[in-house]
């Protein structure tokens, strides 16, 4: 069983559209968790990061985290264009080695 | 701030010849480095991670190694290509102490 399990989609949703991206893990002790988006060609770039279980808000993101269920979900409100990217969800055991396991990334086009 | 630079930007290159990619990082000390590649469709694969000047470790057995010369250079070789070593090579870098990681632009090498 992989690590980090991810839907890779393809995801398509009109402007405006809540979108919702999910990743679940299998190792109980995976503390930290990250969500990345990539554009085409480019470098992933780090978008939430949390540790703790319950949301985290930030502007139209929130990073959701459930422990119990090995659940992590990213969502979108009032998505747009630019938006449209590849999402990664990503954690790690907290180790100082700081190894992350990644899921294989959720491709987003959001439409005008 | 910190700035974390790759070059070759973009890079073909016949089977049997050699590789040198760099990866330099800006505004931090001893910082961990990570070299992955992602493959198209793929996720990324963690190829070898550095925690100080010449302390190398291999995550997966190949035709590829990887130096570290100076604090905040990473150098990731190869004395002969193959088709197989072709992909979107991607350096990070995380912060001591912390435990997400930033990714550089990226090099897109393709063998042919």
């Known amino acids: 069983q992989k690590e980090v399990e991810q839907d890779p989609g393809p995801l398509s949703v009109p402007e405006g559209a809540i979108v919702s991206l999910n990743c679940t893990y299998s190792?109980?002790?995976?503390?930290?968790f990250m969500w990345y988006r990539q554009y085409s060609r480019k470098g992933p770039e780090l978008l939430m990061y949390t540790y703790s279980s319950g949301n985290k808000e930030d502007g139209r993101f929130t990073a959701q985290v459930d422990k119990s269920s090995k659940y992590i979900s990213l969502f979108i409100r009032d998505s747009q264009p630019s938006d449209s990217a590849t999402y990664l969800c990503a954690t790690n055991r907290g180790s100082t080695l700081g190894r992350l396991y990644f899921g294989r990334g959720t491709q987003l086009t959001v439409w005008p | 701030s910190q700035t974390i630079h790759q070059w070759p930007a973009t890079l073909v290159q016949p089977v049997g010849s050699p590789l040198s990619l760099e990866c330099t990082v800006e505004?931090?000390?001893?910082?961990?480095l990570y070299w992955y590649r992602q493959a198209a469709g793929r996720g990324l694969q963690l190829l070898f991670y550095?925690?100080?000047?010449?302390?190398i470790s291999s995550e997966v057995p190949q035709n590829l190694s990887a130096s570290r010369p100076q604090d905040r250079q990473f150098i990731l070789s190869s004395k002969k290509l193959l088709l197989s070593d072709s992909g979107f090579y991607l350096c990070a870098w995380r912060g001591q102490g912390t435990y997400e990681q930033y990714f550089g632009p990226g090099t897109r090498l393709t063998v042919t």
């Open positions: 505004g931090t000390s001893n910082p961990n």
């Open positions: 190792n109980s002790a995976f503390q930290y």
């Open positions: 550095s925690v100080g000047i010449g302390q």
